[in-house]
């Protein structure tokens, strides 16, 4: 029961994340197609709408990666500690599963700041 609990919460994370980004993301959409009065004196760099997408697919490459490695870092440390009762020669082969399964939230914070490093 604690687990469906831990994966509900975790779900509920996930949906405010998400909720956060979208708001985030149409504030910078109403600033960008708000049009500069020409009285007023022109910002030194205005957001594009190219600039608000790619903010927000830097987010969602980031949000995806990091439950993505959770999944899987959650089945490699069940099926690790399981496996290390029995045999705990298999210690070693338990913390390098872990790390290839954090590797794929670097992946996805890599791919963020290629696409950040675009704007």
């Known amino acids: 029961m604690n687990v469906r609990k831990a994966m509900l919460i975790l779900l509920a994370i996930n949906i405010v994340i998400l909720a956060v980004s979208l708001s ?33 697919a830097g987010a969602i490459a980031v949000v995806g990666s990091t439950v993505a490695s959770s999944i899987a870092l959650r089945a490699v440390a069940t099926a690790g500690f399981a496996a290390a009762a029995e045999k705990p020669e298999l210690t070693t082969w338990m913390l390098i599963m872990g790390g290839l399964a954090e590797g794929i939230a670097v992946y996805g914070l890599l791919l963020a700041i290629l696409i950040l490093g675009k704007i």
Do not use: G, N, R
């Open 24 to 56: 985030v993301f149409a504030s910078t959409v109403t600033k960008v197609s708000k049009s500069i009065e020409p009285a007023q004196e022109a910002p030194a760099k205005t957001l594009q709408m190219a600039d608000a997408i790619a903010l927000l």
